[in-house]
Structures are given as structure tokens and as C-alpha cells.
């Protein structure tokens, strides 16, 4: 079984890789497409991974790290291109990044120090309360949209690649991915990443063999929250268009499935997980728009052989 | 801001305060006595306004279409109960979120189907649509009808669960399931007939509304987030709990929404007040929410701890 799952976790990787000449092979830029955002999406539930896998945590409010880090790029664009905010006004892709991880970061440091006071179902409730909050925020944004969204109508400048050739935009989201998955395998042997585990585990025995189990947990936080922005950014990118939609709770629900179908915790999960989302996403809705019905089985299922292998 | 105005506002505020404890009530049962989290809860809310539309259609006698709505909601329940919810209880309570997300996207795919993609608008009765005059103050007579009936069904569940042999049965399974069922209540039975009394309180409150805004296929989805914020505040498993911080939701959130532009214009500049009012407006039981939870994690009335594992 598990030989079997790595065996797959190897050869999506591999085929993820080869995605480009397979879609210039075969004439299909389609296939890029559906490539990069399938990349994108195993981004961000690798962020959540962290959190919700290694730490035990169920962060429900995920997507606003998504939209926060979507957002950090079409602001910035928007205002280089029409003007005003001009300490905020740049189309420096690289700046973009670094204000989406810092954005992401820093709502999780503030966030996750209070939810982190609570614990279980309490837990799940006010994560899920403050990504609202941003999706509420984000539609009241009327200058940026508000709830009809932001186009980002010239894309992020950077060094030595244009983010307008599709082929260069995989290249840097399967990039930052495969740099994100190595990261979290070494995290995941790391002492940091083993008191995570252990934390999620029995957290009053780790208490009690000295370790500090919040600082532990709301680092984790932290870094979940900042590479889910990293996604977010990508995901602006390559849509060319921001929405509070990003932020909407069904999002974090998704991201979760993603999670949890990968395998919680493994490190090439959020891979597996985002291919099987996106997967049957294209396939289901292409075949009927009631596709949310076959989906929403899936999940129930899923949820309940998980339970069950859990007792 | 006149007398006028408040009054109104507090009418608007008060009617979606006690829908929202309609919706509320249930999930704070099933979360408090199963210790089940329901993300399909809001399912039933939005069920309850289309099954509500298509028996008005029926019998074109709206009183009539909302009574026999009821049962169908409470039928709804016992299915989901059956099929989704009672192979997790006791189990993580990811995989309760996980699978009753499922469940909310199977019965908005279903309701789809049946309903198609579009709202069903509701014409009340002439009786009901006018206005009426109470302490000098003019108020649409259907906002007091739904104050009303919110009120009733809410004193009833308050009969129900504090001086009747169900209710004994209910708090002595939340208080100690193990025990209860030694002592020969029919644990099973007990929360089937839970799950679908919630869900014919939130198919209710959504029958009510839908009047005002029409049914529509993402109401349950807009509910259901509210109304955990409700009882996380309030308290999780305290039906009073779940009173108080419904009222305090709606009345926060209309007149958040009514009168906030005009308040933050007295300390900010105009145009900034602007902005700033639909924001923080929109995420004020948000905000309260975590103000309540760093003060008191367990909620405003924390119910007595459980005994004994479920």
C-alpha cells in the first residue's frame, strides 16, 4: 500500500515535469494550463499541509491566505498601471512576492497567536471566523472591485523570464513547488518538524518534556500562511484576475479535501491530492455542471473510510 | 439618526436575530449533545425556503406551505442523520467537517437539479404584505409576523427542552451518554429525532425569510458560517447562549450596517468613513466573535463539562 502510494506520488511529479513537452508535443497548450494550476493548488494545500498534516490543526480558514497572496500582486499592479498609492504602486514581480509572503505571514502571526489560544472544534470555528472576515473585507474593497473583482491587467515583471509565456509561468510555479515540497521533507525530519508531530500527537506530554507547544505551533502556522500566499500570488498571475472568491470558506474546504485525500502529513500529498482535485474537476464538470453532486459523494466517502481506518 | 429610524432598525435587527437562533438552535444541539459539526446544516435552511416556494405553487396557501414544509425538512433530516452523520459520531471532527461539506455540496447539487439555477421568489398573502402602526411607529407587517413566530417556536423549544420527558432525555444524554443509555434511553432514537428537530427549526427559519429575499441555492452556504459564529460565541451546546449572541448578531449587524458611516464620520474624515463603515460593518460579528473567545474561550455561557465519553 504504501509502496504503491509513492509509486503514484513519483510518476505525478515526473508527468507534472514533463508536462511541457508533452503539451508542445502533442499541440495542446491546454494541457500547460491545467498543469499550472494543478501546480499552483498543490502549492497552497502544501502550505495547509504544514499546519493541518504535520501539526494536527484543522485550519479552516485557508483560502484567505490564498486571496491575501492573490491580492499582494493585483494591488500593487493595479495602481503602476492607473495610478495613485504610490508607496504601493510597482511592477516588480519580485516585490509582489515578497509583499505576499510578508502579507500572508503577518495575518497568520496575528491570527494564529489568538486561535492558537483555543483549541479543537474552537479551533476550526475561529479560522474559519477570520478567513470571513478577510472575504468580508476583500468585497467591501470597493476601489479594488469589491465583490466583482480585480483584473490584473499587466502581469508581474521579473528578471530573466516573462510571466506573459505560459511556458515560463509553469516553469516558476513547478519551481517554487518542488523548492516548497523539499523544504517541508526536510522540516518534516527536522527537531522543528518532529516536534510538530509529536505536538499533534500527545501536546501535554511535550508540555511536559519542556517544549514550548504554542511558539512551535504558531511558527507552523506562520509558515503554512505565508507559502498558501506564495500560491495566491501564482494563482494571480496565471488567472490574471483576483476575487473575494478566493477567500470564500467552500475554497478552504477544498483545500482541505486536497489534504486529507493526499495522504495528511505525507510530504508529496498536496501533490496527489491537487491532481486528483483538479482531475476531477475538468473531468466531472466537463461531463455535467451538477458536478458538485458527484464531488460532495466523493468526499463523503472519503471522510467516512477515514474514520472508519482511524477507529 | 430620529426615534423613527432606531425603531425600524431595531425591528430588522430583532427579526434576523431570531431567524438566525431558528438556525442557530439546531446546530448548537447536534454540536453540544452528538458533538457532531454539521456544515449541512445551512442545507436545510435553504431546503426549507424551496420545499416552502414548491407547496406554495401546490396548494397556493402560504401559511399552509410553510407548516407542510415541516415535516418533509424533519424526513430530510432522518435521512442525513442515517446515512451521513450517525457513522461519525464520537469519530475526528475533520472527518465530520470533511463529510458534511460533501453533504452540503450533494444537496445544492440536488436542489440544482430540482429547483434549477435561479432564486424562487415567495408572494406573501395581501394581509401580511402591508404596514402597520405600533407605538407611533409605521413597520411592515411581516417582519412582526416573523418576530412572532420566532418567539413562539423558541419559547416551545425551551418547554420542550426543560420540562418534558424528551427534554430530560436530551440533557441527560449530553450530560453523560454512556450512563443515559444504561439507564434505557434509546440514545439512537434520541439523536435522530434531534438531528431532524434542528433541521425543521433552520428549514423554518429559512422558509421565513424567503419571502424578504427569495430562495436561492447559496443562502445555505452564507448561513451556516453566521450561525457557528453564533454558538461559538454564545457558548457551544447552551441553547441560551445561543439566544443572547443571535439577537446580538443581528441587531450588531443591521445596525452596523444602518448607522456606522454616519458614526465613524463624527471621528474620521467623510470619505474615509465611507470606506471604512461597509468593512468593518460586514465583519463586526467576526470581530466580536474573537473579542469574546480571547475573554472567554468556552463562550459567553459555557455549558456544564461532559461527562464520560460519547
Known sequence: MRNWRAGLEIALLAALAAMPVIATVTAQPFWLDVATRLAILALAAAGLNIILGLGGLVSFGHA????????????????????????????????????????????ALVTGALALRTKGLHFIMITLAFGQMVYFLLNALEDYGGDDGLPVDQRSELPLMSLDDPLHLFGLSFALLAVVLAFTW????????????????????????????????????????????????LAAEHAAFVSPAMAEWTRAGELMFMVILGGAGRV??????????????????????YWHLPFGLLLIAVALMQARRAA | MDATL???????GLQLGLLLFLVAAGLTLTLGVLDYVNLAHGAFYMLGAFFSASLLELTGDWPLS????????????LITERLVARPLYGKSHLA????????????????MLIWGAEGRAIALPHALRGQARLFGVVLPVYRLVIIAAALAVAALLYVLLHHSRFGVRVRAAAANPRVAQALGIDTHRLHAMLFALGAMLAGLAGALIAPITEASLAMGAQVIIIAFVIIVIGGIGSLRGAFVAALLAGLIDTFGRAFLDTLLARVLPLEAAETAAPALSAMSIYILMALVLIARPRGLFP??????AA
Do not use: C
Open chain 1, 64 to 107: 484567505a491566505f490564498y486571496a491575501i497572496g492573490a491580492y499582494a500582486v493585483a494591488i500593487p499592479a493595479h495602481h503602476a498601471l492607473y495610478g495613485g498609492a504610490d508607496w504601493l504602486a510597482s511592477s516588480n514581480g519580485l516585490f509582489h512576492v515578497a509583499l505576499a509572503v510578508a502579507a500572508g505571514a503577518l495575518f
Open chain 2, 96 to 111: 465530520q467537517v470533511l463529510a458534511s461539506f460533501g453533504l452540503l455540496l450533494v444537496i445544492g447539487a440536488l436542489a
Open chain 2, 303 to 308: 455549558p456544564p463539562a461532559r461527562g464520560g
Open chain 2, 6 to 12: 432606531i425603531a425600524s432598525q431595531l425591528v430588522n
Open chain 2, 66 to 77: 410553510v407548516l407542510l414544509a415541516l415535516p418533509l425538512l424533519g424526513l430530510t433530516g
Open chain 1, 268 to 289: 508529496l500529498g498536496p501533490l496527489t491530492g491537487a491532481a486528483a482535485f483538479v482531475v476531477l474537476e475538468e473531468l466531472l464538470s466537463s461531463w455535467t455542471v
Open chain 1, 186 to 233: 526536510r522540516l518534516k525530519n527536522a527537531p522543528f518538524g518532529l516536534a510538530l508531530t509529536a505536538s499533534a500527537r500527545n501536546a501535554r506530554r511535550m508540555r511536559a518534556a519542556g517544549l514550548n507547544v504554542f511558539t512551535v505551533r504558531l511558527a507552523a502556522y506562520v509558515l503554512a500562511g505565508a507559502i498558501t500566499a506564495l500560491a495566491g500570488a
